[in-house]
């Protein structure tokens, strides 16, 4: 893609209507590639999904929490899974008719899309290392789920709520960041306590919680940057652009992380 940032005047130029389109393209094949290998290499390793329902104990005529796997979820399809996703969208916002949707809305300086797929795809990513931490009840991955989706709303409504203002108003941004980092305390607690007398946790455990933490960090400075209009975010297409960037780094690196971790067949 050819994305020039500056210009004889010191503005950033925009990349031509043919560059984005073919850019968006090019991130379609990367995802779908990624998620087709994922499925075709990756082991049948599985995770359960539990739940602690009560049951009345005869014996002491109280009611007791027991634990019970509800079902085992494969790895590899999850996994897979948030690649589809983003090849999907980038696939969707390049064909005609959405196309000029897309173009329309980021002249307007939002994307819709963008939060669309976030809101699923990232949510999933979370899932998942929410469970290689550990965390197996139905209703705390169904409360991580929500509550990054609930991050990625607040960038939509951020970016509604703000077009043709000239002061920006942050509140979306801060309730976004709030709902945010609640699943990463969440999985830190789970990380931190993981190991105990059964030995330490695998390496690459903690390099997808560094990595991936600071890489959605970097969604966030995309967006604030975006706002403070510094250097070339003074474009709205600089910041799609890192977006997208940021979107393919993020999946790819947490893809084959696990796989290299988990999902190598014996």
């Known amino acids: 893609m050819a994305f020039h940032v500056g210009s004889s005047a010191?503005?950033?130029?925009?990349?031509?209507?043919?560059?984005?389109?073919?850019?968006?393209?090019?991130?379609?094949?990367?995802?779908?590639?990624?998620?087709?290998?994922?499925?075709?290499?990756?082991?049948?390793?599985?995770?359960?999904?539990t739940a602690a329902f009560v049951r009345m104990n005869p014996e002491t005529e109280s009611l007791e929490p027991r634990l019970e796997t509800l079902f085992d979820v494969r790895l590899g399809p999850v996994i897979a899974s948030f690649l589809f996703l983003s090849a999907i969208a980038h696939l969707a916002?390049?064909?005609?008719?959405?196309?000029?949707?897309?173009?329309?809305?980021?002249?307007?300086?939002?994307?819709?899309?963008?939060?669309?797929?976030?809101?699923?795809?990232?949510?999933?990513?979370?899932?998942?290392?929410?469970?290689?931490?550990?965390?197996?009840?139905?209703?705390?991955?169904?409360?991580?789920?929500?509550?990054?989706?609930?991050?990625?709303?607040?960038?939509?409504?951020?970016?509604r709520h703000n077009q043709g203002r000239d002061s920006i108003d942050w509140t979306s941004y801060v309730f976004g960041c709030f709902a945010g980092v609640v699943p990463w305390i969440g999985v830190g607690i789970y990380l931190a306590g993981a190991g105990g007398d059964g030995g330490d946790v695998p390496a690459f455990v903690y390099w997808i919680f560094a990595s991936i933490f600071a890489v959605f960090n970097i969604f966030a400075l995309n967006m604030l940057l975006q706002y403070r209009r510094v250097g070339p975010w003074r474009n709205y297409l600089f910041s799609e652009f890192i977006y997208i960037l940021l979107s393919l780094t993020a999946k790819s690196l947490l893809a084959w992380q696990v796989y290299a971790g988990t999902l190598q067949p014996n």
Do not use: C, K
């Open 10 to 49: 010191g503005r950033p130029e925009a990349p031509t209507s043919w560059n984005l389109r073919r850019w968006n393209l090019a991130m379609a094949v990367l995802h779908f590639a990624q998620g087709a290998l994922m499925l075709g290499i990756a082991s049948s390793f599985s995770l359960p999904v």
């Open 93 to 159: 916002i390049s064909l005609p008719g959405i196309y000029s949707w897309y173009r329309q809305n980021l002249d307007r300086r939002i994307n819709y899309a963008r939060w669309i797929e976030y809101a699923f795809s990232s949510s999933v990513m979370i899932v998942a290392i929410a469970m290689l931490v550990g965390i197996y009840d139905v209703v705390s991955l169904i409360a991580i789920f929500s509550l990054n989706a609930a991050m990625i709303l607040f960038g939509w409504a951020m970016e």
